[in-house]
């Protein structure tokens, strides 16, 4: 069963800095689309960042400019790095891998932004 680990999380002050890290257990990452989805509370989960296995990578409007999302294959991870984080940006950040027909989720990492 494949599995991915997140971390990373933690409180920051507005305009602080914040890296996520989630790492897979997978031969194939490099064949993989992995991203970065966010719920807080009472709300959807919703799409922040994804890089295709190609490396395109696609951000939510609210994130651009301010967030970046990188792999290593050769460490089957994924990163988000994430600069200038505001209040609006608390929530549980859960990391995605998707595979032909296969989808897995992280367990989540709380990240809080508060001053």
């Known amino acids: 069963q494949l599995q991915l680990v997140e971390s990373g999380g933690g409180l920051v002050q507005p305009g602080g800095s914040l890296k996520l890290s989630c790492s897979a257990s997978?031969?194939?990452?490099?064949?993989?689309?992995v991203g970065w989805f966010r719920q807080a509370p009472g709300q959807e989960r919703e799409l922040v960042a994804r890089i295709l296995s190609t490396g395109r990578r696609n951000y939510a409007d609210s994130v651009k400019g301010r967030f970046t999302i990188s792999r290593d294959d050769r460490k089957n991870t994924v990163y988000l790095q994430m600069d200038s984080l505001k209040v609006e940006d608390t929530a549980v950040y859960f990391c995605?891998?998707?595979?032909?027909?296969?989808?897995?989720w992280g367990q989540g990492t709380q990240v809080t932004v508060s001053p």
């Open positions: 997978t031969r194939i990452f490099s064949a993989t689309h």
């Open positions: 995605n891998l998707k595979f032909r027909e296969y989808e897995y």
